[in-house]
Each structure stands twice: as structure tokens, then as C-alpha cells.
């Protein structure tokens, strides 16, 4: 079982930046990839960016190319989502998820099966 837990988030301008933290315990043997999704009122849940943890391989949403940056601290088994340039449409909870070996890594809500309880990010 592994547990996350999200932090960094707040009410912001648009072209502000905010770094989000997650940090992971439990059985982070078995975790292969490490993922931000976010989920605006009335719309559903969408990936934002994931990263392996092995290879450091990442993966963007379109949406957020160039603004956004996943990255992580194996030390510390802790992943960060710097996100800058902020625009209202980001405006969001943002969630940080984790996948085992085996599900594969990318931007597929369905590869995780385990969840933080988000961060809320408004940007005005």
C-alpha cells in the first residue's frame, strides 16, 4: 500500500508559478511511475504529468508543455510539479498518483491505483 500526501497549492494570479509536492511512503518498492492529475469542478479527472522513476522519463499534456515541470527526489521519495505561467483554465485540484511496475507510465488515470487527496491551485 503506498500513501501520498500533496502540498503547495493556493490562490494565485495568472503568470504566477506555484510548486506542488507530493510526498510518497509505504511500499514504494513496487512504484514505477509517478504521475500530477487534475480535476476542475464539473469536469473530469486529466493527466497533467508523469514521470518514471527509473530513466526519469516524463510525459506532458499538451495543455501544459513548456509551463509545467515534473520532477523528483529519490532521497527524499518526493515528486514536484513546478507549474509557472499559470492561466485560469489551470485553476484545479491537483492529485498525485503512483503506479506499480507493470501498469506502465504515462498520462492514464487507469495505470494508478493509488491517490493523494489533491492540493487545490486557483489562479485569478
Known amino acids: 500500500h503506498v500513501q501520498l500526501v500533496e502540498s503547495g497549492g493556493g490562490s494565485v494570479q495568472a503568470g504566477e508559478s506555484l510548486r506542488l509536492s507530493c510526498t510518497a511512503s509505504?511500499?514504494?518498492?513496487?512504484?514505477?511511475?509517478l504521475g500530477w492529475f487534475r480535476q476542475a469542478p464539473g469536469k473530469e479527472r486529466e493527466g497533467v504529468a508523469a514521470i518514471m522513476i527509473l530513466g526519469a522519463t516524463t510525459y506532458y499534456d499538451d495543455s501544459v508543455k513548456g509551463r509545467f515541470t515534473i520532477s523528483q527526489d529519490n532521497a527524499k521519495n518526493m515528486v514536484y510539479l513546478q507549474v509557472d505561467s499559470l492561466k485560469a483554465e489551470d485553476t484545479a485540484m491537483y492529485y498525485c498518483a503512483a503506479a506499480p511496475v507493470g501498469n506502465g507510465c504515462g498520462l492514464v488515470k487507469d495505470y494508478f491505483p493509488s491517490w493523494g487527496q489533491g492540493t487545490q491551485v486557483t489562479v485569478s
Open positions: 509505504g511500499n514504494l518498492y513496487a512504484v514505477d511511475c
